[in-house]
């Protein structure tokens, strides 16, 4: 009965020791990150961003070539549309 007990007592002391240790490093870790004397600073730079204009081409849309491949495909489109599926209820 008394060997039960020691064991559960060393299992806590060895539990108790390393939290210790882990607690100890992470005051150590907030320390040196946040409280650290001397060393570099941060400092930031800010530069402003000149605004430049966009320009869109569209005259790309009105090549023959796009213009001839548009009309036919649409057609197409809507043929198989009607051959497969169900009825569309939301017509």
């Keep these: 009965m008394n060997l039960i007990f020691t ?4 299992k806590e002391n060895i539990l108790i020791a390393v939290l210790a240790i882990v607690f100890l490093i992470t005051i150590f870790n907030v320390w040196r990150i946040f409280f650290k004397t001397g060393g570099t600073t941060t400092v930031f730079v800010t530069q402003e961003i000149s605004k430049k204009e966009i320009k ?3 005259s790309v849309f009105d090549m023959p ?3 001839a491949l548009s ?3 649409l057609n197409v489109l809507e043929e198989t549309e009607k051959d497969f599926g169900k009825e569309n209820l939301f017509k």
């Design 7 to 10: 064991e559960q007592k060393k």
């Design 56 to 58: 869109v081409d569209f």
């Design 65 to 67: 070539v796009l213009k």
């Design 71 to 73: 009309g036919d495909y």
